[in-house]
Each structure stands twice: as C-alpha cells, then as structure tokens.
C-alpha cells in the first residue's frame, strides 16, 4: 500500500508560481509512474503531467505545456510539480497519483494510489 500527501497549495496571483510536493510512503517508489491531475469544481478531473520511474520522460497537458514541471526526487520518495505563469484556469484541486506498472499515462484508471489533494486558487 502507499500513501501519497501532497503539499504547497496556496493563493497566489496570476501570473505567480507555486511548487506543489506529494511525499509517498512505501519502499518501491521509484518504481511507479507519477502524474499530477487537477479537478475544478463542478468539472471533470483532468491531467496535468505524468513521470516515469527514473524520470527521465515527462508528459504534459497542452494546457500547461511550457508552464508547468514535473520532476521527481526518488531518494526522497518524492514528487514535485513547478508551475509558473499561473492563470485563474489553473484553479482547481491537485492531486498526484502513482501507478505500480506500466508507462506514465495521461488516464486517471492506469493509476492505484491517489492522495487528498492541495487546492491552488489564483486570483488577484
């Protein structure tokens, strides 16, 4: 079982920047595929990023494409997301979520682990 707690959500203005973690339990993180995925309310949850294991391949919404980072520290059993230039679209509850196989996905039912979430809310 893993658990996974995310972490830097906040206000911030447009424009601004925020750095999400999610810190994961569990001794075969750096196994897992790791993405990020965002609901608003009274929408659709939808992803933002995904990471394979070694980090060494990551994938992006076109919504965030050259906006936003995903990167992972496996020695920390850790996951991050970067996002600048934040815009009110961007508002929405962030959840990561980890999948013990397979390649990183943009379909939420790939993964098996999903934490709480942090809200980011943008607005001046």
């Known amino acids: 079982q893993v658990q996974l707690v995310e972490s830097g959500g906040g206000l911030v203005q447009p424009g601004g920047s925020l750095r999400l973690s999610c810190a994961a339990s569990g001794r075969t993180f750096s196994s897992y595929a790791m993405a990020w995925f965002r609901q608003a309310p009274g929408k659709e949850r939808e992803f933002v990023a995904a990471?394979?294991?070694?980090?060494?391949?990551?994938y992006y919404a076109d919504s965030v494409k050259g906006r936003f980072t995903i990167s992972r520290d496996n020695a920390k059993n850790t996951v991050y997301l970067q996002m600048n230039s934040l815009k009110s679209e961007d508002t929405a509850r962030y959840c990561c979520?980890?999948?013990?196989?397979?390649?990183?996905?943009?379909?939420?039912?790939?993964?098996?682990?999903w934490g709480q979430g942090t809200q980011v809310t943008v607005s001046s």
């Open positions: 979520a980890a999948a013990r196989w397979g390649d990183p996905s943009d379909t939420d039912a790939v993964y098996d682990y």
């Open positions: 990471i394979n294991w070694g980090g060494g391949s990551t």
